[in-house]
């Protein structure tokens, strides 16, 4: 069956340090994956899209991998702040119509 | 100046009624889609529409049916509801359809008791 699995578990890291968020699929093939940040309460915010032909995109203090043998996409924060405190959702699009599958998403926690 | 806007922002409601919420974008965009975000905080997409074609997600009960009276809008209304229906809806949008980034809308809590 298809899956896209975020670890569930709340990430707690300090501030200043790297935090890196796994997103692992099974049974697809995607063109692309997307990221976005979600706060309690209100609607995700997209961070970052990577195609299935790249390896790396960064923006700012962002950075995605996206590996296609593995099925995988790292999502890192460098530097971390407090104010990077979210759920940060993984996306991808089965079928290339932006009908998008999200996975569980993983909250993060950056302690001052 | 809000891009994607839903309201209400709150519903609650009994068992067995007819709602509906509604959502509008100022983005110009003409592609716009329903997700379902249950207790456990997955999020599902329910229905794309673009340019009048309606792309339904499978799973998603016939009581469930997107209206869009032009571009900017696509309502959602829900008959005969159910507890199973108590959830978070959101409304998105974007450019097209394809690897176009989504934008979403705040969010209705959808309460059903």
């Known amino acids: 069956s298809q899956k896209i699995e975020q670890n569930s578990e709340a990430l707690n890291i300090q501030e200043g340090k790297t935090a890196t968020l796994t997103c692992n699929y099974t049974?697809?093939?995607?063109?692309?994956l997307q990221w976005y940040r979600q706060d309690p309460g209100r609607g995700p915010v997209f961070l970052l899209l990577i195609r299935e032909n790249e390896k790396e995109k960064r923006k700012e203090r962002l950075k995605v991998t996206f590996d296609t043998t593995l099925k995988q996409s790292l999502f890192h924060i460098t530097a971390s702040q407090p104010a990077d405190s979210a759920t940060y959702l993984c996306a991808l699009d089965p079928n290339a119509g932006n009908m998008l599958t999200f996975g569980g998403g993983t909250r993060l926690m950056v302690k001052p | 100046d809000t891009a994607v806007s839903q309201t209400p922002k709150y519903l609650v409601t009994q068992m067995g009624n007819d709602k509906s919420i509604k959502c509008e974008q100022n983005l110009g965009h003409d592609t716009m889609y329903w997700y379902k975000q249950d207790s456990k905080k997955f999020l599902k997409i329910m229905f794309s529409?673009?340019?009048?074609?309606?792309?339904i997600n499978e799973t998603v009960p016939n009581r469930f049916s997107p209206k869009s009276p032009d571009k900017a809008h696509l309502n959602l209304h829900i008959n005969s509801l159910e507890l199973g229906d108590s959830a978070v809806y959101f409304c998105?949008?974007?450019?097209?359809?394809?690897?176009?980034?989504?934008?979403f809308g705040p969010g209705t809590r959808l309460t059903v008791l």
């Open positions: 998105a949008s974007s450019r097209g359809t394809g690897m176009n980034e989504q934008f």
């Open positions: 049974n697809y093939s995607p063109a692309y």
């Open positions: 529409y673009n340019n009048k074609e309606l792309i």
